[in-house]
Structures are given as structure tokens and as C-alpha cells.
């Protein structure tokens, strides 16, 4: 049987601050793990700077 409660998925990039999935850089992180953990939790909106190695986008990847 699969678990599919939040934090039991891998490959989900995550914020350390907040533990919340990090907006997604690339069309192939969006991947049912990611989509159960963002309606679970949401997405990160922690302020991220250039002094952490978190990469945020600027812009939504495109999805064509």
C-alpha cells in the first residue's frame, strides 16, 4: 500500500524553513507526490535570498 500523507513522497524539492513544497523550476517536478503535497500544505512563500541555496524562480515554468 502506498502512503500518501504529506512528507512521505521524495523528490519533492522543500523549503527548511517551512517544510512546504518550493515553487517548481522545471515542467517535470509536476508530479502527483507534488500535487498531493501542495493541496496538503501549499507551496512555500518563505523570502528566500541570495544568501540561502534555495532557487526560486522568477517566473512559472512553461508548461508547452
Known sequence: MTDTRA???TG???CDQCARPL???HKNEYTPA???LV???GV???AHGETDDV???DRAP???
Open 7 to 9: 512528507g512521505a513522497q
Open 12 to 14: 519533492v524539492r522543500r
Open 23 to 25: 515553487p517548481a523550476l
Open 34 to 36: 507534488r500535487a498531493r
Open 39 to 41: 493541496a496538503e500544505l
Open 44 to 46: 512555500c512563500v518563505c
Open 55 to 57: 532557487e526560486v524562480p
Open 62 to 64: 512553461s508548461l508547452l
